[in-house]
């Protein structure tokens, strides 16, 4: 059982911004002098209750569709010693102010790399291959008979692959594409990356390049505001009439008016997307008017270990700061 935080029990007071897996929040109770308050739904917490529930605590562990800003760390008070994000991704958090107040962050990469790596490769392969599109034609009665050109896609064999953001679900992405017998690969990101690209012998290219030469485009980067709207009309319009884009990392660095003028005129194959602006994307949304535009509701870590240890990770990062000893997985801010 873990000691209590530096000021007593007491202290070790924390708001938990939705139903997490059980592995997760058992690791909390179970934790010594550790007083938990939870929005206890599957629906994000409205913001009211998440001003009202953040006051005076010490721990905060949320989720990535809470926005947590000023307003938020006002509303929580010079108490709020850490914050543990049930996530890889940290856009949704104001860092400059989090920073400013000392305050501590942990976040869950690596946990959830494998998941996120096999559901882009799943995501591609729809797209390229048009499964929706093909599952449609067999259930309302397109199917007709055996023809040669019928649902034809694109393959991975002898193509080339260009990867936005060789970090770790970069690298895990190219590492299980490269058994499709992809010719090359190339990567764009803020510099050169040569231990991680030597595996796949990976070419460091521009942006523009990427875009020139590849037959499939993956983006795996983070939110940030260099890469904010970077796949736009410009991006898509250098792509060959032939790839597919897919895009498993945030919404938000697509131009999403751009893609779909891209996809609807066929400047570009077909698209794939785990991540959308917003998210829900309302069901009137133009690009679910699309035949080549495969869309999933952010799945990317969607299994059940995978939740569950990012859970248990993020509490003990949450722990961890409580007690001022180092996270398991901590921001450097």
């Given at each position: 059982?873990?000691?209590?935080?530096?000021?007593?029990?007491?202290?070790?007071?924390?708001?938990?911004?939705?139903?997490?897996?059980?592995?997760?929040?058992?690791?909390?109770?179970?934790?010594?002098?550790?007083?938990?308050?939870?929005?206890?739904?599957?629906?994000?917490?409205?913001?009211?209750?998440?001003?009202?529930?953040?006051?005076?605590?010490?721990?905060?562990?949320?989720?990535?569709?809470?926005?947590?800003?000023?307003?938020?760390?006002?509303?929580?008070?010079?108490?709020?010693?850490?914050?543990?994000?049930?996530?890889?991704?940290?856009?949704?958090?104001?860092?400059?102010?989090?920073?400013?107040?000392?305050?501590?962050?942990?976040?869950?990469?690596?946990?959830?790399?494998?998941?996120?790596?096999?559901?882009?490769?799943?995501?591609?392969?729809?797209?390229?291959?048009?499964?929706?599109?093909?599952?449609?034609?067999?259930?309302?009665?397109?199917?007709?008979?055996?023809?040669?050109?019928?649902?034809?896609?694109?393959?991975?064999?002898?193509?080339?692959?260009?990867?936005?953001?060789?970090?770790?679900?970069?690298?895990?992405?190219?590492?299980?594409?490269?058994?499709?017998?992809?010719?090359?690969?190339?990567?764009?990101?803020?510099?050169?990356?040569?231990?991680?690209?030597?595996?796949?012998?990976?070419?460091?290219?521009?942006?523009?390049?990427?875009?020139?030469?590849?037959?499939?485009?993956?983006?795996?980067?983070?939110?940030?505001?260099?890469?904010?709207?970077?796949?736009?009309?410009?991006?898509?319009?250098?792509?060959?009439?032939?790839?597919?884009?897919?895009?498993?990392?945030?919404?938000?660095?697509?131009?999403?008016?751009?893609?779909?003028?891209?996809?609807?005129?066929?400047?570009?194959?077909?698209?794939?997307?785990?991540?959308?602006?917003?998210?829900?994307?309302?069901?009137?949304?133009?690009?679910?008017?699309?035949k080549n535009c495969v869309i999933l509701?952010?799945?990317?870590?969607?299994?059940?270990?995978?939740?569950?240890?990012?859970?248990?990770?993020?509490?003990?990062?949450?722990?961890?700061?409580?007690?001022?000893?180092p996270m398991p997985h901590e921001l450097?801010?």
């Open positions: 059982r873990g000691r209590p935080g530096r000021n007593g029990g007491a202290a070790m007071s924390v708001f938990v911004t939705r139903r997490i897996p059980v592995e997760g929040l058992r690791v909390l109770s179970q934790a010594s002098g550790c007083r938990v308050q939870q929005w206890d739904s599957d629906e994000p917490v409205p913001r009211a209750e998440l001003l009202a529930g953040v006051a005076g605590k010490r721990g905060l562990l949320c989720l990535l569709s809470d926005r947590i800003d000023s307003e938020v760390l006002d509303a929580a008070g010079p108490s709020l010693k850490v914050i543990s994000t049930l996530s890889v991704g940290f856009d949704h958090l104001a860092l400059d102010e989090i920073k400013k107040r000392g305050i501590r962050v942990g976040y869950t990469p690596d946990v959830l790399t494998d998941a996120t790596a096999e559901l882009s490769v799943a995501l591609l392969l729809a797209a390229c291959r048009r499964l929706p599109e093909a599952i449609e034609q067999v259930k309302n009665g397109g199917w007709t008979t055996w023809k040669p050109l019928w649902m034809c896609g694109y393959g991975l064999s002898d193509s080339t692959v260009g990867i936005i953001g060789l970090g770790r679900i970069g690298q895990a992405v190219a590492r299980r594409l490269k058994p499709f017998g992809v010719k090359k690969f190339l990567y764009t990101g803020s510099g050169p990356k040569p231990e991680s690209a030597a595996e796949f012998d990976a070419e460091f290219v521009a942006l523009t390049r990427l875009a020139e030469e590849s037959d499939f485009v993956v983006v795996t980067c983070a939110l940030t505001p260099t890469t904010q709207g970077m796949c736009n009309k410009d991006f898509f319009g250098k792509m060959k009439k032939t790839s597919v884009f897919v895009n498993t990392s945030r919404g938000a660095v697509v131009n999403q008016e751009d893609l779909y003028n891209a996809l609807a005129h066929g400047q570009i194959a077909a698209a794939g997307l785990d991540v959308t602006t917003p998210e829900p994307l309302p069901t009137d949304h133009p690009l679910l008017s699309l509701p952010h799945v990317g870590s969607a299994t059940y270990a995978t939740r569950s240890t990012m859970a248990v990770l993020a509490a003990n990062n949450l722990l961890a700061g409580l007690r001022g000893e450097q801010l």
